[in-house]
């Protein structure tokens, strides 16, 4: 992932700057990333929400030199139509979607003509209270029956199929227990038959078991993505890209013959 924010909860303004996100992205590619995720707005617990002008300000400079050097799939962390509308001109080939495309039908059957991907998140509320009370009955299955109704309307609407990644939303509205029975339960909603992917790094609930701020939570972070995988997880979406790489290269080689891929 590559926050070109000021404000993400472990790597804000580091990358806020167009030549420093370029060359973090190269970084990435060269520990071995599959895809750049490029996200503009911040949406850690009681983030404040911005405007489109301000996503597309952030993102424009960025894309525009990441499209130039990088040869890894762009992605691009979005919930808005314009922003939308903008990366894929700039020939973004997926759109990572907190909402799971909670934007209009019109919308949706726009992504589906520019045949780019889609990843489909769960979240209960919105960042600024989502932590206040979390409800389910069962996390599990709630996450999975919100997942497949999302993925239904974006094939209603166009999407094919096989372009839709549906994502639990670990830390998204959801108390450490809800996390941890997401990871061990992730084949639930693996069994939608769609790649899984696992944003997992450095969040609120794996330092709850380390302690230590989110810098000091690699190990941790390196513990529960070896339970995605294991448990099923197509793609970790990572901010140490060599470590995660290496730890998902040793499962892949032992464990599966596919490859799990580093976002
Ligand atoms: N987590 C974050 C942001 N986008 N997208 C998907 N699909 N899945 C996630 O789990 C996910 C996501 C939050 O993490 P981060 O980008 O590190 O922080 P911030 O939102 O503060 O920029």
């Not at 993102?59 to 890894?72: A, E, I, N, Q």
């Not at 960042?127 to 497949?148: H, I, N, S, W």
């Amino acid at each position: 992932m590559l926050n070109v924010t000021p404000d993400s909860f472990s790597d804000g303004g580091l990358y806020a700057d167009a030549a420093a996100a370029l060359d973090r992205a190269l970084e990435m590619e060269h520990e071995g990333a599959d895809i750049i995720d490029v996200g503009a707005e911040s949406t850690r617990p009681g983030a404040d929400p911005v405007c489109a002008s301000e996503e597309i300000r952030r993102l424009k400079p960025v894309l525009h030199l990441l499209r130039k050097k990088c040869r890894v799939p762009l992605s691009v962390d979005t919930t808005k139509s314009e922003v939308m509308q903008l990366v894929m001109d700039e020939g973004v080939e997926i759109i990572n979607d907190i909402s799971a495309l909670s934007c209009t039908a019109k919308t949706i059957r726009r992504l589906a003509r520019y045949k780019v991907s889609v990843i489909l998140m769960h979240k209960q509320g919105d960042p600024k209270t989502m932590q206040k009370a979390p409800r389910y009955g069962d996390v599990v299955e709630d996450v999975r029956t919100f997942l497949k109704s999302a993925v239904r309307r974006a094939v209603d609407n166009g999407i094919d199929a096989r372009r839709i990644i549906v994502d639990p939303g670990f830390g998204f509205g959801k108390t450490a227990e809800h996390n941890h029975a997401l990871l061990r339960r992730l084949e639930a909603i693996g069994s939608l038959g769609l790649p899984v992917l696992a944003g997992l790094s450095r969040k609120s609930f794996i330092g709850l078991i380390t302690g230590g701020d989110p810098l000091k939570r690699l190990e941790g972070t390196l513990a529960a993505g070896a339970i995605a995988i294991q448990k099923g997880a197509h793609l970790l979406r990572v901010h140490d890209v060599r470590a995660h790489r290496q730890m998902a290269d040793v499962i892949d080689k032992i464990l599966f013959s596919s490859s799990a891929r580093i976002v």
